[in-house]
């Protein structure tokens, strides 16, 4: 594990005493578009330097809350030598009874993170469906990261929101539960995000935000980019409305190169909305959610990859 130059900020808990745990996941090698996404980590925690630590919508001082910036996975060069060291370390977040957070790289870190836990659903911002069963070969790419989910927590337990683009592929196959950018625009966020945690069967949700999912006008630097896409504010409506059942994050595809910095700011404040809804509920409710991953004989013996 090696540290980087920036840490999150206000990420000044040690590991042991922390309630939320930040970790990289420098690795765009799946990018199938425009590649970059490798600066997203650091560039995530740089841009949060420039925040102010109080909260002011939430009347919250995040230097009040326990975080801890676990640095970054390193020296991986293959999806396989990716997921194996991501789903370790994350593994180890869970059943540390932390709340994981996921600095992306390319949305196939959300394959690893998922496998962390037990008895999940899983719902992704995401302009693209990313249902498919192997993407050049690769079963683990980014463009395969819904179908791997679904290998693990069921079909059943997987919905995409905000998609405006599926393949041919897709479309022709079994496809998990959607809601679709266009049907946002015309009946609402809160409408169709309420219609989306009411589709979810288990309480427990991870929440996977693919940058792509928010409209280039507002995330422009990221590897594939889909017009008609939801708002930053959109995103920040639906994370308020899923905190009470969010056990796990991640934010993925930021891809410096395409823009001033703009997409990595918008990524880090949204890691901070995060930090902040998911802190507030469970300070309501007085009922840390504990965990535990699968046990990692019947993954294995399920055959995923």
């Not at 995530?44 to 330097?49: D, F, G, K, N, P």
């Not at 180890?92 to 390319?106: N, R, S, T, W, Y």
């Not at 070969?137 to 599926?166: F, P, T, W």
Request: with cysteine.
């Amino acid at each position: 594990m090696v540290l980087p130059t920036a840490r999150f900020a206000f990420a000044t808990a040690d590991f042991e005493d922390a309630d939320f745990v930040i970790l990289g996941v420098p690795f765009d090698r799946t990018a199938t578009f425009r590649s970059g996404a490798m600066a997203g980590p650091n560039a995530i925690r740089e841009a949060s330097l420039s925040f102010e630590p109080y909260v002011f919508e939430h009347d919250l001082l995040l230097t009040k809350i326990k975080i801890h910036d676990a640095g970054n996975i390193e020296d991986v060069y293959t999806s396989e030598e990716m997921v194996k060291a991501t789903e370790k370390r994350v593994a180890e977040i869970v059943d540390a009874g932390k709340f994981p957070i996921i600095l992306g790289g390319d949305h196939s870190a959300t394959i690893p993170a998922v496998r962390a836990f037990k008895n999940i659903g899983v719902m992704t911002i995401d302009a693209h469906l990313d249902f498919r069963e192997q993407y050049e070969g690769n079963r683990l790419s980014h463009a395969c990261v819904l179908r791997r989910n679904a290998d693990q927590v069921g079909i059943e337990n997987v919905l995409a929101y905000g998609v405006r683009s599926i393949s041919m592929e897709e479309k022709n196959a079994a496809m998990p539960e959607y809601i679709d950018a266009y049907t946002i625009h015309e009946e609402g966020v809160e409408k169709t995000f309420k219609k989306a945690l009411n589709m979810m069967k288990r309480e427990d949700i991870y929440f996977s935000l693919d940058i792509d999912g928010i409209d280039p006008a507002f995330a422009p630097g990221t590897g594939t980019p889909e017009p008609f896409g939801l708002s930053s504010l959109d995103v920040k409506t639906c994370i308020r409305m899923l905190a009470p059942r969010m056990v796990g994050f991640d934010v993925t595809e930021v891809s410096p190169p395409y823009d001033k910095g703009n997409t990595a700011v918008l990524a880090a404040r949204l890691v901070m909305e995060v930090i902040s809804v998911v802190h507030k509920h469970r300070e309501r409710s007085h009922q840390p959610k504990r965990i535990l991953r699968f046990d990692i004989t019947l993954r294995s013996s399920q055959g995923s990859p």
